[in-house]
């Protein structure tokens, strides 16, 4: 389990990766579409169709990445109010929850992609299903590291907080 752990935290990093290069892409392509546009009166007509896919690209892949960190948003007042065994069971019910969620959408993205595969994009001709496969791909990302911090719950040995008490 803890090799699996840690090829997971690299797949992560791998991720952010991917995102901040993404980031940088999109940012120099915009950049250059204003200076061409609003400069020399011309510009190119992929740029905005680029960065659109690339917005939609750090979307998925930022919630797998978020699933890795727990770093979803959440309404932690029950968290802050149970100890032991009792928020450990809620972390179990919460992260089910997000496991039923991410499976429905990789079951529905990939049943999208044999609807979408023969359309191309308007301006770059690439295939939409290029664009809709980070759907799939991330949520069964997002689905394994939520399964994974499940089993972790009650297999890891209890962290403890800054109070000296476990959590």
Known sequence: MQTLNRVLGKVAKA?????????IVMVV????????????ATG??????????????MIFIGSAVLASQDGHISVTILDDLLKGIPRKILKLVQNILCLVYSALVAKIGYATLA???K?????MQ???????????????LMFIYLLVKS????????????EGEAA
């Open 15 to 23: 991720l952010e990766t991917v995102m901040i290069a993404s980031l």
């Open 29 to 40: 392509v915009m950049f250059m579409q204003v200076v061409l546009r609003y400069v020399f």
């Open 151 to 162: 089993v972790l719950l009650f297999t890891a040995p209890a962290k403890l907080t800054k």
């Open 44 to 57: 190119f007509a992929w740029t905005e169709e680029l960065s659109r896919f690339l917005m939609i690209y």
């Open 126 to 140: 690439i295939t939409m299903d290029w664009i809709y496969a980070v759907i799939p791909v991330s949520m069964a």
């Open 119 to 123: 359309q191309k994009t308007p301006n």
């Open 115 to 117: 609807i979408v595969g």
